[in-house]
Protein backbone atom coordinates (compact mmCIF):
# COMPACT_ATOMS: atom_id res chain seq x y z
CA UNK A 1 0.00 0.00 0.00
CA UNK A 2 1.24 3.28 -0.42
CA UNK A 3 1.43 5.07 2.33
CA UNK A 4 3.99 7.09 4.60
CA UNK A 5 3.84 10.19 7.20
CA UNK A 6 5.64 13.10 6.91
CA UNK A 7 5.70 16.18 9.12
CA UNK A 8 2.36 14.75 11.01
CA UNK A 9 0.56 14.71 7.66
CA UNK A 10 -0.36 10.84 6.90
CA UNK A 11 -0.30 10.79 2.75
CA UNK A 12 -2.46 7.85 1.12
CA UNK A 13 -2.95 6.51 -2.75
CA UNK A 14 -6.50 5.72 -2.80
CA UNK A 15 -8.34 3.93 -6.10
CA UNK A 16 -12.18 3.85 -6.07
CA UNK A 17 -14.80 2.84 -8.36
CA UNK A 18 -18.14 4.17 -9.19
CA UNK A 19 -21.00 1.38 -9.73
CA UNK A 20 -24.44 2.75 -10.75
CA UNK A 21 -27.55 0.62 -11.35
CA UNK A 22 -31.32 1.19 -11.50
CA UNK A 23 -31.13 5.13 -10.06
CA UNK A 24 -28.56 3.94 -7.09
CA UNK A 25 -24.76 3.65 -6.39
CA UNK A 26 -23.03 0.98 -4.62
CA UNK A 27 -21.17 2.25 -1.48
CA UNK A 28 -19.32 0.56 1.37
CA UNK A 29 -19.52 1.81 5.30
CA UNK A 30 -16.91 1.78 7.02
CA UNK A 31 -16.40 -0.81 9.91
CA UNK A 32 -14.72 1.97 11.97
CA UNK A 33 -16.57 5.05 11.97
CA UNK A 34 -19.97 4.12 9.89
CA UNK A 35 -19.23 6.31 7.02
CA UNK A 36 -19.89 5.46 3.57
CA UNK A 37 -17.59 6.21 0.72
CA UNK A 38 -17.15 4.56 -2.81
CA UNK A 39 -15.46 1.20 -2.97
CA UNK A 40 -11.93 1.22 -3.60
CA UNK A 41 -8.47 0.92 -1.77
CA UNK A 42 -4.78 1.42 -1.54
CA UNK A 43 -2.43 1.10 -4.78
CA UNK A 44 0.56 -0.64 -4.24
CA UNK A 45 3.64 0.09 -5.49
CA UNK A 46 4.32 -0.17 -9.35
CA UNK A 47 0.71 -0.84 -9.58
CA UNK A 48 -1.43 1.44 -12.19
CA UNK A 49 -5.17 2.69 -10.59
CA UNK A 50 -6.91 0.23 -13.03
CA UNK A 51 -4.84 -2.73 -11.73
CA UNK A 52 -5.73 -1.45 -8.02
CA UNK A 53 -9.15 -1.26 -8.88
CA UNK A 54 -9.60 -4.55 -10.62
CA UNK A 55 -8.04 -6.25 -7.74
CA UNK A 56 -9.51 -4.18 -4.78
CA UNK A 57 -13.23 -5.08 -6.00
CA UNK A 58 -11.69 -9.09 -6.73
CA UNK A 59 -10.71 -8.98 -3.45
CA UNK A 60 -13.67 -7.21 -1.65
CA UNK A 61 -16.55 -7.61 -3.46
CA UNK A 62 -15.23 -10.99 -5.14
CA UNK A 63 -16.53 -8.82 -8.47
CA UNK A 64 -14.44 -8.93 -12.21
CA UNK A 65 -15.14 -5.26 -12.79
CA UNK A 66 -14.55 -3.57 -16.39
CA UNK A 67 -12.83 -0.14 -15.90
CA UNK A 68 -14.53 2.43 -18.10
CA UNK A 69 -12.95 5.98 -17.16
CA UNK A 70 -11.64 8.34 -14.92
CA UNK A 71 -14.07 10.99 -13.27
CA UNK A 72 -12.43 12.68 -10.63
CA UNK A 73 -8.67 13.14 -9.57
CA UNK A 74 -9.18 14.20 -6.02
CA UNK A 75 -6.94 15.76 -3.19
CA UNK A 76 -8.65 15.39 -0.34
CA UNK A 77 -7.38 16.94 2.83
CA UNK A 78 -9.01 15.75 6.28
CA UNK A 79 -8.22 14.50 9.82
CA UNK A 80 -8.92 11.77 11.28
CA UNK A 81 -8.69 10.14 14.66
CA UNK A 82 -6.32 13.36 15.01
CA UNK A 83 -4.61 12.49 12.41
CA UNK A 84 -3.99 14.91 9.28
CA UNK A 85 -4.48 12.92 6.39
CA UNK A 86 -3.34 14.10 2.70
CA UNK A 87 -5.13 11.50 0.59
CA UNK A 88 -4.86 11.52 -3.37
CA UNK A 89 -7.55 9.84 -4.75
CA UNK A 90 -8.41 8.67 -8.40
CA UNK A 91 -12.51 8.09 -9.62
CA UNK A 92 -13.53 5.65 -12.05
CA UNK A 93 -16.25 4.57 -13.36
CA UNK A 94 -16.80 1.09 -13.45
CA UNK A 95 -19.37 -2.11 -14.50
CA UNK A 96 -19.40 -4.65 -12.26
CA UNK A 97 -20.46 -7.01 -14.80
CA UNK A 98 -22.60 -10.31 -13.35
CA UNK A 99 -21.92 -9.28 -10.09
CA UNK A 100 -24.99 -6.95 -9.85
CA UNK A 101 -27.27 -9.99 -9.66
CA UNK A 102 -25.26 -10.93 -6.46
CA UNK A 103 -25.00 -7.30 -4.86
CA UNK A 104 -28.14 -6.09 -5.54
CA UNK A 105 -29.97 -5.07 -3.83
CA UNK A 106 -27.92 -5.42 -0.64
CA UNK A 107 -27.12 -5.18 1.54
CA UNK A 108 -24.11 -7.39 1.35
CA UNK A 109 -21.22 -8.09 3.51
CA UNK A 110 -17.71 -7.89 2.26
CA UNK A 111 -14.43 -8.69 3.42
CA UNK A 112 -11.79 -5.76 4.40
CA UNK A 113 -8.71 -7.66 5.37
CA UNK A 114 -10.73 -9.77 7.40
CA UNK A 115 -12.84 -7.12 8.80
CA UNK A 116 -16.39 -7.59 7.80
CA UNK A 117 -18.01 -4.26 6.04
CA UNK A 118 -20.96 -3.54 4.66
CA UNK A 119 -21.75 -2.59 1.03
CA UNK A 120 -25.06 -1.67 -0.03
CA UNK A 121 -26.57 0.38 -2.93
CA UNK A 122 -28.10 4.04 -2.15
CA UNK A 123 -30.48 6.00 -3.76
CA UNK A 124 -28.98 8.84 -5.89
CA UNK A 125 -32.02 11.23 -4.93
CA UNK A 126 -31.16 10.84 -1.14
CA UNK A 127 -27.68 11.16 -1.43
CA UNK A 128 -27.57 14.50 0.18
CA UNK A 129 -28.97 12.97 3.76
CA UNK A 130 -26.24 10.49 3.68
CA UNK A 131 -22.81 10.87 6.01
CA UNK A 132 -21.03 10.05 2.33
CA UNK A 133 -17.04 11.07 1.98
CA UNK A 134 -15.48 13.11 0.45
CA UNK A 135 -18.22 15.51 0.68
CA UNK A 136 -18.48 16.53 -3.03
CA UNK A 137 -20.37 12.78 -3.90
CA UNK A 138 -23.28 13.87 -2.03
CA UNK A 139 -23.82 15.76 -5.75
CA UNK A 140 -21.25 14.51 -7.89
CA UNK A 141 -22.63 11.57 -8.47
CA UNK A 142 -26.13 13.10 -9.72
CA UNK A 143 -24.34 14.19 -12.71
CA UNK A 144 -21.13 12.60 -13.99
CA UNK A 145 -18.56 14.74 -15.26
CA UNK A 146 -18.17 14.43 -18.88
CA UNK A 147 -14.58 15.25 -18.78
CA UNK A 148 -11.74 14.53 -15.86
CA UNK A 149 -12.47 17.25 -13.06
CA UNK A 150 -9.42 17.78 -10.19
CA UNK A 151 -11.21 18.79 -6.98
CA UNK A 152 -9.43 19.62 -3.80
CA UNK A 153 -11.31 19.29 -0.66
Known amino acids: MIRMTQNGITFRYRVAGVALHEGRVLLQESPDDFVWALPGG ?15 MQEELGASVQVNRLLWVVEN ?7 RQHELGLYFLM ?51 ENIIHIVT
Open 77 to 83: LFSHEGI
Open 42 to 56: HAEAGENATATLVRE
Open 95 to 145: DLGAAVERLYPGPVIADEDGVPMRVAWHPLSTLETLELYPVFLRRGLQALP
